[in-house]
């Protein structure tokens, strides 16, 4: 069968490989969709997770499709649910299409630990759609590290799939005054289909002024600062952190959910006088079936821009390199499961 790897820097293939051999806690899963994320572009430039390993990377962590074959240890899944797979689960072992011997760009996906890691989707969500459910899942874990409270002002930076899923959460959680900031028209007007607020293109117009008359001002020392609460970092710009310390109030958080490879030099100083908090986001919540309930609860189905088969897999790399306008790019393995 066709499964999508990593041989090096730049060289990833639609290679032809065994049919998986499932275990006694592992179900085999027939997958329906799998999306492409930016992460799979870096594991691509770098030739792996971080740089090449002794055996090809396999891709996909963003899986969505029905069970085929449950193993006689397996007791939670059943033969034909329609599920969406937990890329990472306690077993220690690395996240699937991040680091493990498995990937979710395949046509029939072994699940090993299914109990953990496979999580029913209800009748009402089609299965494209649930390939979602990890992208926005780390968009609902970036918003629950930056701790926002009822009435806030908060703002995400980059209105890709994960700022996204952060507007989304943020909107389905009854918050008003939520911000979306990305260069693209498009994907700003992703995010105000969500519910946003306001969405600003930061070169076109002055943020931090914007921000004052949408969430009031508080004082500093050296003036008055937008009253903004929360911040999500989901844009990947280094200069972000550095002007959301710069231009911040007092006691404000940010959420970094962006991948930063390389060492930014920040203002400690600033951070300590104005007490701000400043975390870091990576994968879930406790639940990562929460995504799965907002996606059956709010229709998301716009978020996804791109579709493309498995063969042309090269076709959805260059749509995702190629544009900032795109949402989520989705492979589609088999949309007669839908």
Known sequence: ??????HGPGDVRVDQIDDPEPGPNDA????????????DLNYIKMGGVAGPGPDP???????????EYVGPGVKLVHLGDRVVVQPGSTEPISKYGSGSPYGGLTPLLRVTEAD??????????ALDLAAFAEPLAVGMHAVDQARVEPGEGVVVFGCGPIGLGAVATLVDRGHERVVAVDLSATRRGLALGLGAQAA???????????????HGTKPFMFGPTAATAAFIEASGADQVILDVIDNAAVG???SVVALHYRPI?????TLLMKELTLRGSIEYPARFESSVELLARRDLSALITH???LEQFHDALTALEGSQDCGKVLITLDPTQW
């Open 28 to 39: 085999l899963v027939r997958v329906a969709a799998c999306g492409v994320c930016g992460s």
């Open 116 to 125: 953990q890691r496979l999580h029913r989707v209800p009748d009402n969500l």
């Open 1 to 6: 069968m066709l499964q999508v790897r990593v």
């Open 265 to 269: 030099k920040v203002s400690f100083l």
């Open 307 to 309: 579709r493309f088969g």
């Open 252 to 254: 404000s958080r940010l």
């Open 57 to 67: 990377l396999c891709l996909g962590h963003e899986i969505s499709g029905t069970v």
């Open 200 to 214: 600003f293109d930061p070169t076109a117009t002055d943020l931090w002024e914007e921000l004052k008359s949408l």
